[in-house]
């Protein structure tokens, strides 16, 4: 390449700069030397502070810096190979000499290991600081999504709700294979020819954790969560379908999603009798709606039922959905980390815990919590009967309870469940 003669000018940048800027941040980040985005960049260059050398129209190295609580950081520093290194440090001259004023006491950078430019930094009163790791935190939804996450009831999960499901570990490993590491390691599911999922059925008895699985891979792929409820689609003044139509579109302006339909049944039963189930003309545009969002990637579609046999069998159907998973009742590690939540943290070594386990089974974790909520009141009541607030509780206070919960799901209801498995489920 030729070596530019001409000795660069160095000026605050124009916008008709911008072009020169990602030409240089393109070439610093094809040698993995890029340490912040393309977009914060050019977000900086518009809204901070950004000086570039010229030679002529054309820009051959560019400062761009910005001022967070009293610390400037340079965003992006790059130089072209042929200019003369003393502009480097012009460059870094001009752009303190213009944030200066913001009243900061340093100015940073982050260099990566693979780019070069650390060189003009040292060269120019920038000292290394040693014993020191760089950390980031992707936001799962831009300001620009906020609005419409809102407008759709969506929200961001907290980070940690899958390791918070304890127990159940085969539904737990069987949700991590089948949906969450395609969708967060593409390139790996590629290499081994798996297609990422876009929709999913979880059926099961009632109060089995359906909801709370939705909610945990959402927050395992740390993408928005959306729930749709059928009961408050159903009020709105266009109608159920119209309001499903327009969640679904304002949806799909979302970068990612998982869409969680709780108690699907109740807009996809089956179709057919004379006259036609109000609700057919809800589950036609609901299959409609299922087809045109497996087109988008980067979405998941959750529907959750309590009655599987109910749902229409067009609904079921290969190409609708990926997976059909049954989440059953708490295993016995799930029961135990079920009792430990709701057991008060004193009581718990007093208590015969593996006893409550087994007492427990075929319990539901509402049921669990119901009996430990109720063991937890009879003894408050019994102490201030008594007057001895030094009464602690005991495991015969929760068996009590427990002879007291009705289980949700009946031996009958268990008992179809194991049918449903054998007949519907699609793992």
């Known amino acids: ?52 050398a010229v030679v002529g129209e054309e820009v051959v190295g560019a400062a761009v810096g910005r001022a967070a609580h009293a610390q400037g950081w340079l965003v992006f520093f790059a130089l072209d190979d042929e200019v003369d290194p003393a502009v480097a440090g012009e460059l870094l001259d001009a752009l303190e000499r213009r944030m200066a004023p913001l009243g900061l006491g340093t100015l940073s950078a982050l260099v990566s290991e693979e780019g070069g430019g650390a060189q003009h930094l040292v060269h120019n009163g920038f000292h290394e600081q040693r014993h020191l790791r760089y950390f980031e935190r992707r936001l799962p ?29 085969q539904e737990k490993n069987l949700l991590e294979e089948r949906l969450v590491a395609p969708l967060a390691q593409p390139e790996l599911a590629a290499r081994f020819g798996v297609v990422a999922p876009r929709a999913v059925m979880l059926f099961g008895p009632p109060g089995t954790g359906k909801t709370t699985f939705a909610r945990a891979v959402a927050s395992r792929l740390d993408w928005p969560f959306v729930e749709l409820f059928p009961s408050r689609l159903g009020d709105a003044p266009g ?3 119209s309001a499903l139509r327009t969640s679904f579109e304002k949806v799909g302006e979302l970068e990612h999603a998982v ?6 049944e109740e807009i996809a039963s089956r179709r057919g009798g004379t006259p036609p189930s109000p609700t057919q003309g809800v589950t036609n545009e609901l299959l409609k709606l299922i087809a045109e969002f497996r087109d988008r990637p980067g979405r998941l579609l959750v529907c959750a039922t309590n009655f599987v046999r109910a749902l229409d069998a067009a609904f079921l159907r290969h190409g609708r959905f990926d997976y059909v ?25 007093e208590l015969d815990l593996p006893k409550l386990v087994q007492a427990s089974d075929g319990l539901t974790p509402a049921d669990i919590e119901y009996a430990a909520r109720r063991a937890s009141q009879e003894a408050l009541g019994r102490a201030m009967r008594e007057g001895d607030a030094a009464t602690g509780l005991e495991t015969e206070d929760y068996l ?7 289980a949700t799901v009946s031996p009958e209801a268990a008992a179809e469940f194991t049918e449903d498995i054998e007949s519907l489920a699609r793992l």
């Not at 869409?259 to 699907?264: L, N, R, S, T």
């Not at 998973?325 to 070594?349: C, K």
């Open 1 to 52: 390449m030729v070596r530019i003669r001409q000795h660069p000018r160095v000026r605050e940048a124009h916008a008709d700069d911008i072009d020169g800027v990602v030409r240089l941040w393109q070439s610093v980040a094809g040698s993995g030397g890029a340490v912040y985005s393309l977009a914060e960049v050019i977000a900086s260059c518009r809204e901070d502070v950004a000086i570039v």
């Open 259 to 264: 869409v969680f339909i709780d108690e699907v």
């Open 239 to 241: 109608g159920m379908a």
């Open 325 to 349: 998973l049954p989440i059953g009742l708490p295993d016995a590690e799930a029961r135990e980390a079920i009792w430990t939540r709701y057991i008060p943290i004193d009581s718990l070594s």
């Open 141 to 169: 939804v831009q300001r620009r999504e906020l609005d419409l996450l809102k407008e759709v009831g969506g929200r961001v999960l907290p980070r940690d709700l899958w390791n918070a499901v304890a127990g159940m570990r």
């Open 400 to 406: 009590a309870a427990l002879a007291s919960t009705r």
